[in-house]
């Protein structure tokens, strides 16, 4: 099996619920997929859709979304839409679920076992309803989301040469996107004027950041209405990730990550979707949900007049940490970090001093305290490092979990690998109490 099959298979094992797709014409006319910035591994449409197939509802049963990325012929883009109405079968949603143009998106509980189609669409949802047969192809402008790489990150010269091309779209591939159609975002103003709830925008994580700094409360009202996805820089051709947690603090709904880079950053993602049975769908915080929020990450306290919440964690003791392979027979120094992620004001991180040389039952004894202002946002993440005076630390386990979904007292804390899987029998002996304002 390539290389990309084995992560889309993996990630949707993970409770991965939004893949992206990104097709051009292939031989003998047949569409094929490139991943990443590379044009090494193509591999068949028709064959990237068989694994969705079969692996979309293996842990999860609510709603995948294929996001296209289309560059194809007219002649492929028929063949595209053949591919995803005969492979996916009763699964792929092609019509609304009442018949009408709804004025909100359904619930992924109303969606169960239903795979949609995110992509370009001629004209609105309203198509799909009175059996309009006029339109054989239409256009869209191309502003694909590769060619909208980054272009805050350019000199400015070329930004300003940026291309409005025109694409051809049949009407075929048009007809099967309904509640996920993707359009050029224009500002807030102009989504709240005349934006539809079956409209999703992408933005690259550099943008997303510019709208969170500059209108964060405008943000979150548009995610309250309409969905953002937001995905990673065309710079990082490492597939290295960005902070996810920035673009949940107000409320963007698909936060793509490269799921085949572990590290931090899908840390948060395990942890934040955690809490709802790795189901890929959480619901937001009331105060993200509404379409007056007056939220705004950087300014919580004018949100919630509260005092923080203390948290206090006691790291006790390890039980049986992992040998790290790479230094054979040296036994490891370990040292827990907890650190939050949340809203800015929430980050911080503490740590513990090192023990030297036992993995087997280290004992810390000592008392971290946090304080958190926006318990519904934020992250705990525990981290067992080995210390190391001359290099970086090496990474021995992690759990991360919502601060909401912390239990009090003393607790097992059950490690995970670099990679999200089982440590076990490894732990960490912690207790915990929190203090609420
Ligand atoms: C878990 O997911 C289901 C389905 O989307 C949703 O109805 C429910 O509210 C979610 N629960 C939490 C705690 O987010
Ligand atoms: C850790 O704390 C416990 C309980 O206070 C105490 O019995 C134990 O001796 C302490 N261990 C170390 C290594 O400080």
Not at 88 to 110: Q, W, Y
């Amino acid at each position: 099996m390539t290389h990309f099959l084995s992560i889309l298979i993996r990630a949707l094992k993970r409770g991965c619920r939004c893949v992206e797709v990104d097709c051009w014409d292939g031989p003998n006319g047949e569409p094929i997929v490139y991943h990443g910035h590379t044009l090494t591994s193509k591999i068949l449409f028709k064959d990237v859709i068989a694994s969705v197939a079969n692996y979309a509802f293996k842990v999860s049963e609510y709603p995948v979304i294929i996001s296209l990325e289309n560059h194809c012929s007219i002649e492929q883009q028929k063949v595209m839409a053949k591919h995803l109405s005969s492979i996916l079968g009763n699964s792929l949603l092609k019509f609304t679920l009442d018949g009408k143009v709804p004025s909100v998106l359904p619930s992924p509980e109303a969606l169960r076992g239903k795979i949609l189609i995110k992509g370009k669409k001629i004209g609105g949802v309203e198509k799909n309803l009175d059996g309009a047969q006029e339109t054989i192809t239409g256009e869209v402008s191309d502003e694909d989301e590769a060619a909208e790489i980054d272009k805050d990150s350019l000199p400015p010269e070329e930004s300003h040469g940026e291309k409005k091309l025109k694409q051809s779209l049949c009407k075929e591939l048009s007809d099967l996107v309904v509640y996920c159609k993707s359009v050029h975002f224009s500002g807030f103003e102009k989504s709240r004027e005349t934006g539809k709830s079956y409209e999703m925008s992408s933005l690259s994580e550099s943008k997303a950041r510019k709208h969170i700094k500059e209108a964060g409360t405008e943000f979150v009202q548009h995610n309250s209405r309409q969905l953002t996805r937001v995905y990673p820089s065309g710079m990082r051709t490492d597939s290295s990730n960005y902070s996810p947690q920035d673009m949940w603090n107000v409320g963007c709904q698909i936060v793509a990550l490269n799921f085949q880079t572990a590290g931090t950053e899908m840390d948060l993602n395990d942890g934040l979707f955690s809490q709802n049975n790795s189901c890929g769908y959480i619901l937001k915080p009331e105060f993200l949900r509404q379409y007056a929020s007056t939220f705004n990450p950087d300014r919580p306290q004018e949100f919630c007049n509260d005092h923080p919440q203390k948290l206090f964690i006691k790291i006790i003791s390890g039980q049986q940490l992992p040998k790290l392979s790479k230094k054979e027979g040296s036994i490891v120094d370990p040292l827990v970090r907890v650190e939050i992620y949340g809203v800015p004001q929430d980050q911080s991180k503490q740590e513990t001093r090192h023990i030297d040389n036992n993995g087997f039952n280290p004992v810390w004894n000592e008392s971290l305290q946090f304080s958190i202002h926006t318990p519904e946002l934020a992250l705990v993440r525990f981290v067992v490092e080995d210390h190391d005076t001359t290099t970086r630390n090496d990474f021995i386990g992690q759990y991360t979990l919502p601060f909401t979904s912390m239990l009090q007292g003393y607790r097992h804390i059950r490690l995970l690998s670099k990679d999200g899987t089982s440590l076990a029998p490894s732990s960490l002996f912690v207790h915990i109490h929190i203090d609420l304002a």
